[in-house]
T-cell receptor
Framework: TQLLEQSPQFLSIQEGENLTVYCNSS?????LQWYRQEPGEGPVLLVT?????EVKKLKRLTFQFGDARKDSSLHITAAQPGDTGLYLC?????????????FGKGTKLSVIP | DSGVTQTPKHLITATGQRVTLRCSPR?????VYWYQQSLDQGLQFLIQ???????AKGNILERFSAQQFPDLHSELNLSSLELGDSALYFC????????????FGSGTRLTVV
């Protein structure tokens, strides 16, 4: 069973469209992080959300942490080909001694020019 | 360049062999993490070291072992290799024992034939 479920698994859109990808869990997380991974490279941290209900914006990317700290979403406005990549959410499940940063399987985004 | 250096970038070896993957963390980072990434399982946490000591262990096989040296570089040793061990192996580093966000290297692609 995957602790963090990401959806959709694959997404192909045209340049200029908006999109939202989701990261859900039945567990509470003390924080959630979003990474983007391009082929042949390691994941790169985009943002960390810590407080339930928190919204963070990074240019055309908007990240939201659910009120109950069990889910998060990433919204991209006016997608560009440079947004293409694998988007991963990751977090530390709440609880003492949890040092394992757990990753979802990711959403593979293709933005077609 | 993320500052985390992994060598080699590619490795092809036969079943039953042993290999060593090397990681130099970003300057100033004391924690090193090893992850395995495969198409069906996503990023799986293997092990964490902090300032030379093992801190957390994930689903790491007994055939695998790691260590962190006094200069903070780390090595992941994989022995009695099987076809199923073919994957991308990533090293990541962070400043503290528990950090909001890791810096990943570019990975080592291991192919077992």
């Amino acid at each position: 069973t995957q602790l963090l479920e990401q959806s959709p698994q694959f997404l192909s859109i045209q340049e200029g469209e908006n999109l939202t990808v989701y990261c859900n869990s039945s567990s509470v997380f003390s924080s959630l992080q979003w990474y983007r991974q391009e082929p042949g490279e390691g994941p790169v941290l985009l943002v960390t959300v810590v407080t339930g209900g928190e919204v963070k914006k990074l240019k055309r990317l908007t990240f939201q942490f659910g009120d109950a700290r069990k889910d998060s979403s990433l919204h991209i406005t006016a997608a560009q080909p440079g947004d293409t990549g694998l988007y991963l959410c990751a977090g530390y499940p709440s609880g003492a001694g949890s040092y394992q940063l757990t990753f979802g399987k990711g959403t593979k985004l293709s933005v077609i020019p | 360049d993320s500052g985390v250096t992994q060598t080699p970038k590619h490795l092809i070896t036969a079943t039953g062999q042993r290999v060593t993957l090397r990681c130099s963390p970003r300057s100033g980072d004391l924690s090193v993490y090893w992850y395995q990434q495969s198409l069906d399982q996503g990023l799986q946490f293997l092990i964490q070291y902090y300032n030379g000591e093992e801190r957390a262990k994930g689903n790491i096989l007994e055939r695998f072992s790691a260590q962190q040296f006094p200069d903070l570089h780390s090595e992941l040793n994989l022995s009695s290799l099987e076809l199923g061990d073919s994957a991308l192996y990533f090293c990541a580093s962070s400043p503290r024992e528990l950090s909001y966000g890791y810096t990943f290297g570019s990975g080592t692609r291991l192919t077992v034939v």
